[in-house]
């Protein structure tokens, strides 16, 4: 199972990235599929995480409104629109499954003026 993600870059507060991820080896039609992010010095945390249909998702407190998970199961990837970014949403974004199977690269994300 490997994952590619992409999107990522330098953004001012208040802008907007959509981040993408696909698999590769791997068929996510009938996974979960989830997004991360680590922080310099904090552990990796769920940011979002989207069923197999699309039709689920879930976002913790700390993102609910800014971020939307998608997916486009025919391509084996999934997406996530954030909105409205301020730094503390700086950190390398990973996707996954889930529960997680393995960790691409990821994709960093900074967010400053």
């Known amino acids: 199972v490997h994952f590619v993600e992409s999107g990522g870059g330098l953004v001012q507060p208040g802008g907007s990235l959509r981040l993408s991820c696909t698999a590769s080896g791997f068929s996510i039609s009938n996974e979960a599929m989830s997004w991360f992010r680590q922080a310099p010095g904090k552990d990796r945390e769920l940011v979002a995480r989207i069923q197999s249909l699309g039709l689920i998702t879930y976002y913790p407190d700390s993102v609910k409104g800014r971020f939307a998970a998608s997916r486009d199961n025919a391509k084996d990837t999934v997406f996530l629109q954030m909105n409205n970014l301020q730094p503390e949403h700086t950190a390398v974004y990973y996707c996954?499954?889930?529960?997680?199977?393995?960790w691409g690269q990821g994709t960093q994300v900074t967010v400053s003026s």
């Open positions: 996954s499954t889930s529960p997680p199977q393995s």
